[in-house]
C-alpha cells in the first residue's frame, strides 16, 4: 500500500508542556484512519502539528514523500484539507462562494475554469450539487458539516484531516458525513479521523489508532484494536463489547452491567 | 431588494450625496468661490467616508465580530489624545499640528495594542484595544481638566468629528491614504473572506494568518488614524455602513469592499449635508450627525437580525 503521510517518534506540545511524546504511525492511500483516545491524549494537538500550526518539538513527519517541513502554508494547503472542530461561522457566503474560499491557495485573484471544475467536484463529492446556491443560515447541521468538508475537498488535497466532525450531529446528519467520507476514500483520497465515539470509528474507519497519554496505545484494525481490556486501560471505564451481528465489527458500550 | 439592483443603487446614492453637497447650504460668497469651498469639503467628506467603511468590513473580518469597527484598536483615543495635547500646548488648529499629534497618537496606541496581545488571537487583541483606550481616555480627561475654557471648546469641537477644510495637502494626504487602504483591502480580498471564516480554517487553506491578519489590520488603522487626524471622530459610518452593505452585496469581499466604500463615502457626504443645513447658519458637528442618523438605522437593521449576515 502507498503510503501518504508518515510520522515517525513525533514530539508536539504546547511550550514546557509536552502532548505527544514519540507517536509513529503510517497512512494508507484511500485508508481512513481513526485517532480515538480520552480528551488530553494528544489528538487534536497531532493534527495541529501535521498542519505545522504547531512546531515539531522531535521526530519527523513525511508527507507525499517529502518532509513536512519543507511546505510552504500554500503547498500544504494543496496536500492537506482541515475540518477544523466546531460550526462554521455563521458568515454570509453561499454554499459555493464557501467552497470557492477552497481554491486559495490554488488560484490567482480570480477563480479560473479549473477551479469552477474543482467546485464542482467538491460540491459533488460532498453530495451539496443541489444547495450550491443556499445561503449557509439555511441548511441543517449536517448539511453545513458537509459543506465544511467540501471548503476542504476544493483544495484537491491527497489527506483529509477531520477533528470530530460528527460531534453535534444527530444520527441521520452524522450517517450523511461517514456516506460522504467513504465516498472520499473509495476515490483514493485519505482521512484522519479524530473522534470519541468509538462506534463510528469502528463500522467507518480501516484502522484505529487509540491513544494514551501521548503515545500510541494500539493502532490496527477495529476488531483487534478495540477490546474491553483496552477500553478499561485507555479510558479506565469497565465496558462491554458485542459484535455487529452483519458487519462482525466490534461495538463498545461503556458500563460493566448490562444496559436495558 | 435584489442584488442586481446594488450598482445603480450605489450610483444613485454616489450621485445624490454629491449633488446635496455640492448644491445646498448657506450662501453669502461668490459662487465660484462658494463651490470651491463645498468641493473640498465633498473631497474630504467621500474620502473619509470610504476609509472608514471599508476599514469597518476589514476589522469586522479579520476580528471575527459583528461589532469591530474602525477604533475598535483604541486608534481613536490615541489620536483624540495626541490632538488633545497639541490642542493644550497651543497649536494652531490651522497648521500641521493636530493632524500630526492626532496620527501620532493614532499610531502610537495601535503599536501598544498589537505589543500587548502579541501572540494571542483576535479576542486579546479586542480586548487589548478596549483597554488601552480606556487609559488613553483618562488620560484624555485628565489633559480636559486642566485645560483653559478655550482649549476645552477647542478640543470638544475636535472630537466631535468636522469636516472643515483649512487647505488642500492634508486632503491630497487623506487621498492618497483612500488609494493605498481601499487597494490594499480589495488586493485582500480573498484574504478577507478565508479570515471571516476564523484564523484556523484561513490557515487551512493556505493563508498565512499572522502576515495576512497584521497586514489588513495596519490597512484599517491606517484608515482610522487618517480619518479621525483630518476630520476627528466620526462614528457610526465604520459600524453601519458595512453592515447595511452586507444585505445587498452578499459578504465576498471582493464586492463588499468597493460597495461599502462607495456607500460609506456617499453616506458620510449626506450626514455633512445634514450637519450644514439642520441648523443653518450653525453647524453640527458631523460626528453628531452620524450618530443620530446611523444608530436609529443600525437598531432598524437589528431587528431583522437574522438577515444581518445573509
Redesign the interface.
Known sequence: MEVTLRASELRLGYGAREVLRGLSFELGRGELLAVAGPNGSGKSTLLRGL?R?LPLQGGSVELLGRPLASYG??Q???AV??V?QGE???????VR??VE??R??RSG?ALGRRDEQAVEEALRLADLAELAAR?L?ELSGGERQRAAIA??LA?EPEVLLLDEPTSHLDLRHEEEVACVLRRLCRAGRSGVLVTHDLNLASRLCDRILLLKDGRAFDCGPPGEVLSEAAVLAVYGVAARMWRHPETGKPLVLPGSHPVV | MSRRALVPLLAGALLAALALGLFTGPGGLPDELLLRLRLLRVAQGLAAGILLAVAGCAFQAVL?NVLAEPYVLGVSSGAALGAALSIAFGLSPFSWGIPGCAAAGAAGSFLLVLAVSRGMGGAALILAGVVVGSVLSSGLLLVLSVSSAEGLRNITWWMLGNLDVFSTRPLILLWACVVVVLGGLW?SS??L??L???E??A??????VRTARLSILALGTLAAAATVSAAGIIPFVGLFVPHMV?RLS???HARLIPAAAVAGGAFLVVADSLARLVLSPRQVPVGVVTALVGGPLFLILLRGR?RL??
Open positions: 498542519l500550526l502554508r500554500r500544504l494547503a494543496m484539507g482541515w477544523p462554521l461561522p455563521q458568515v454570509g457566503f453561499t462562494q464557501l474560499v477552497g486559495y491557495s485573484l445561503p443560515g471548503l476542504a483544495q | 471575527q488586493l480573498r484574504e473572506d478565508a471571516s471564516l476564523g484556523e480554517r490557515a487551512g487553506v493556505g493563508v498565512d452586507r452578499g459578504s465576498r437574522t449576515w445573509r
